[in-house]
């Protein structure tokens, strides 16, 4: 028996595929947990891949962009790349507020010093940094807050229509002024108990040095706010769950303005 398998399909369905897979592997490489350097590239291109194919069915119907010249194509396409790259580097850069936040608690304590580069996402980060980092990454995953990311990058399809982004700079500053505001609010909100402590610490290591200057006050001061600085990072461990919930609320937000700035509906 002869299987005749028809393996056809016009090439206006290729273009619209290939439209969805530029956004989303922009989206993919740099969004957090997808686009971390210890992801093997591969994986991250196969999933780029899958997610796309599933995207491609399941948007219906499929609206197709008009074009007369290959560069115009050329430049649906690279809409496409900077409207994925912008919803993965605004998730990314709201997952970075844990680390502003490590950085502030290490310069009350005294850690800032003892800072290296991450390697999973190249950037210098402290001691603290690394532990509120990687403590919301885990609970990024533990909840399925990646599954909340990706519905995002498929309701963007919604929002912004394939070839239909407009980048409007005006909106897009504003977006970008309003994330840089909340970007420090929530990092000083996360350290604020351990700046609280600290600076009655500082305040107390001040008294003391006026009522006993013979006291070194330097070497001791640094040891007690570091110790108090450790003890505090351990009894609000349990304050994370609701500060990663407050970190992902202002990711979604972030994703949301930025969609609105490129052309979505307000």
Known sequence: MVWNVDLSFPLSELEYFLLIMTRVSMFVFAA??????????????????????????????????????????TGLVLKEA???????????????????????????????????VDPATQMNTTVSGYFYQYGFMLIFLATGMYRELLRDLAGSFTLIPLGQAEFALERMNTAFLEFITEYVALGFRISLPIFCVTLMVNCLLGIM?????????????????????????????????????????????????ILQAMGGAA
């Open 82 to 116: 900077v409207v994925g790259m912008l919803i993965g580097l605004m998730a990314n850069w709201t997952m970075q507020i844990a680390a502003f936040a490590g950085q502030i608690v290490d310069t009350d304590i005294g850690f800032s010093m003892a800072s290296q």
């Open 209 to 257: 040095a006026k009522v006993s200057p013979q006291m070194n006050m330097f070497a001791v001061g640094m040891q007690i706010k570091a110790l108090i600085g450790l003890c505090i990072l351990f009894l609000t461990v349990r304050l994370l769950p609701g500060a990663a919930d407050i970190i992902f609320t202002e990711m979604r937000t972030a994703i949301v303005r």
């Open 32 to 73: 957090p947990f997808f686009g971390q350097q210890n992801v093997p590239r591969m994986l991250r291109a196969a999933f780029a891949v899958l997610l796309s194919f599933v995207l491609y069915e399941a948007i219906t119907p499929h609206q197709y962009v008009e074009y007369r010249t290959t560069l115009e194509y």
